[in-house]
């Protein structure tokens, strides 16, 4: 199994980035999907989730209102789409996957990417 992210990069405060995740290796449309984020010196901590249909989704309160995650269950892509960012959204961002939409949600997926670096200047 793999999961690889891309669309990061360095962006200024207040702009937009759109993160991708490429799976393989599993049926992505049976599969719950998420995103988390790592800042240095801090714990990994819970972005946002979406159901295998992609109906549910659920949002940490730090991003709601700015970032949306979606997938394409046919072009097998899972997406973050981030706007109006802040200085605190620099962080690298992971890609996770589990069968289960509760292991998602709680850290404990099965499957992590390795990442793609976020970073917002004043």
């Known amino acids: 199994v793999q999961l690889v992210e891309s669309g990061g990069g360095s962006v200024q405060a207040g702009g937009s980035l759109k993160l991708s995740c490429v799976p393989s290796?599993?049926?992505?449309?049976?599969?719950?999907m998420g995103w988390y984020r790592q800042a240095p010196g801090k714990e990994r901590e819970f972005v946002s989730s979406?159901?295998?249909?992609?109906?549910?989704?659920i949002d940490a309160d730090s991003v709601k209102g700015r970032f949306t995650i979606s997938r394409d269950n046919v072009k097998n892509t899972l997406y973050l789409q981030m706007n109006s960012l802040k200085i605190e959204d620099t962080a690298m961002y992971y890609c996770?996957?589990?069968?289960?939409?509760?292991?998602?949600?709680?850290?404990?997926?099965?499957?992590w990417g390795q990442g793609t670096q976020v970073t917002v200047s004043s």
């Open positions: 996770a996957a589990d069968y289960s939409f509760s292991r998602v949600g709680l850290g404990s997926p099965s499957y």
């Open positions: 979406i159901s295998e249909s992609g109906t549910t989704t």
């Open positions: 290796g599993f049926i992505f449309s049976t599969y719950a």
